[in-house]
């Protein structure tokens, strides 16, 4: 059986499409996140809310 895995942004397109025109939002949260940036570490803990909006500008 063939899998093809998908990256992070992928994933997150489809769920911002499937969401768009329904005036949602997309919560994302997380907890001990770190980023490691050459000789700078740093943890963090939040979220992030994305108002999805698609705009169809006409010609």
């Known amino acids: 059986m063939s ?3 998908e ?3 992928e994933i ?3 769920m911002i499409d499937k969401l768009a025109g329904k005036e949602s939002n997309l919560k994302l949260s997380f907890e001990d996140l770190t ?3 050459g ?3 740093a943890k963090l803990n939040g ?3 994305l108002d999805v ?3 169809d500008e006409k010609k």
Do not use: E, N, Q, T
């Open 53 to 55: 909006v698609y705009v």
């Open 47 to 49: 979220s992030i809310v």
């Open 7 to 9: 990256d992070f942004g």
């Open 3 to 5: 899998h093809k895995s």
């Open 39 to 41: 000789p700078a570490k």
């Open 35 to 37: 980023l490691d940036v």
């Open 12 to 14: 997150m397109l489809k």
